[in-house]
């Protein structure tokens, strides 16, 4: 067969994403901790036919003691970048009591990336808060931006000779909905003012930031964007897709994209609308993750091209799936990436790639069940981490900066 070769440009990044709650294990001071824990959450599981003991993140991959070996691995398949989050609800388990030995213990973290050469992008807030804080209301309360900020420029003034590139939050969309619309997150509310509310003060929250920050070093910033491709199924749903377009992806960045450097993208879903209004099953064209998410890679390419207005350096900081079996995600990683290119091509300056996720990890609401890992995380046996088929695949991709289509 000939050969189709896809290439990147020089000095492109490569790397994959984690988030600190998702890996670490034992992250007791926060809230998703505390949800997790609640008669509640066992109540709802229960409902649903699901054992609650399966649901609880544990000691998660104890990357807590293990980030060394995580990042020695991600060296090994050649990713030259690392995406991760430090977890606020370590840092400041109490109101103003900042606990100096988890900055010792981050600093650790950070100089074992910077030793295995790994680029880094730190997320500031991934959907996790201290419980002091989700008592006080988190968010929804614009009194409550200052205590993020203090804890934000801490970090950052720490570790600033580390950082490579600030996320302040990730997925403000996904964080704000999921806990204040649709009941789903902690602090498992149905309230739409107050989601309205939460999504301001995080697009306050983070303009602010932007500036203090620049004031500590000049490192680029942005948001991880939670970003889809809604498609119309006719002319009729047009206005009706463009309606859910506007508040479902370009409402926070619009009015957060003068505070950024670049756009963090996170891309997973497709969505077909229908006329009436209702979402018809996702279009798929390469068939369906673990978790029956339709996988659309060509999605990714309006997704990007829609950005060119902004003219922004843009990184792709989450894409992947749930496949325990390892089918699909080889494909995955290939189709992604060709209409990555695709959108390169028409001039969108895609400068990096990160893979969700490095290794299986605690799936929110779903526990541990779906598989997203590059590294498989035997959880039998003393949660070892075994490369995956399509992990060294990707290893080639990243050693290359070139992948061949046809292969
Ligand atoms: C989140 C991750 C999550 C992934 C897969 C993203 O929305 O940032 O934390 O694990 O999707 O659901």
């Known amino acids: 067969m000939t050969k189709h070769i896809i290439k990147f440009p020089e000095h492109f990044l490569w790397g994959s994403a984690t988030a600190a709650h998702q890996i670490e294990g034992n992250n007791t001071n926060s809230d998703w901790w505390a949800w997790e824990h609640s008669k509640q959450r066992a109540l709802d599981l229960q409902k649903q036919g699901k054992n609650p003991e399966l649901f609880y993140s544990g000691i998660a991959c104890d990357s807590y003691n293990r980030y060394e070996e ?20 370590r840092l400041e388990p109490k109101e103003g009591l900042f606990a100096e030995k988890e900055f010792e213990h981050y600093e650790k973290v950070f100089q074992a990336a910077k030793f295995n050469g790994l680029t880094i992008f730190l997320t500031l807030h991934h959907f996790t808060n201290p419980i002091w804080f989700a008592k006080l209301g988190g968010f929804s309360k614009k009194e409550n931006i200052k205590y993020f900020l203090r804890y934000a420029e801490k970090v950052v003034k720490r570790f600033s000779e580390y950082i490579d590139f600030v996320i302040t939050f990730n997925e403000p969309e996904v964080y704000s909905s999921h806990g204040f619309l649709f009941g789903k997150f902690p602090p498992n509310k149905r309230n739409p003012i107050i989601f309205i509310q939460t999504v301001k003060n995080i697009i306050r929250a983070h303009n602010l930031l932007y500036f203090k920050i620049k ?38 960045l619009k009015n957060t994209v003068n505070c950024t450097d670049f756009l963090g993208v996170n891309y997973y879903f497709h969505h077909h609308l229908g006329w009436l209004g209702f979402r018809k099953k996702s279009l798929t064209s390469h ?84 598989r997203f890992g590059l590294l498989e995380v035997v959880r039998e046996n003393n949660l070892e981490r075994k490369v995956r088929q399509s992990a060294l695949y990707y290893a080639e991709i990243c050693k290359n900066n070139f992948l061949d289509y046809n292969q």
Do not use: C
């Open 215 to 252: 004031q500590i070093r000049k490192i680029p910033i942005s948001m991880a964007y939670h970003l889809s491709d809604f498609q119309p199924s006719g002319v009729l749903s047009k206005p009706l897709a463009g309606l859910v377009h506007f508040f479902s992806n370009e409402y926070i």
């Open 287 to 370: 068939g369906v993750t673990d978790l029956g998410w339709g996988i659309h890679p060509e999605g990714l390419e309006r997704v990007l091209l829609n950005l060119k207005k902004y003219n922004k350096d843009i990184y792709i900081t989450e894409n992947g799936l749930a496949d325990s079996q390892d089918l699909k995600r080889k494909q995955y990683i290939k189709q992604h990436l060709f209409y990555t290119k695709q959108a390169m091509e028409k001039g969108v300056k895609v400068k990096g790639y990160l893979h969700w996720s490095l290794l299986d990890n605690f799936e929110w609401n779903e526990g541990f069940g779906p």
């Open 70 to 89: 995580d990042f020695a691995l991600a060296k090994q398949l050649n990713q030259n970048s690392i995406r991760f989050s430090v977890e606020w609800a």
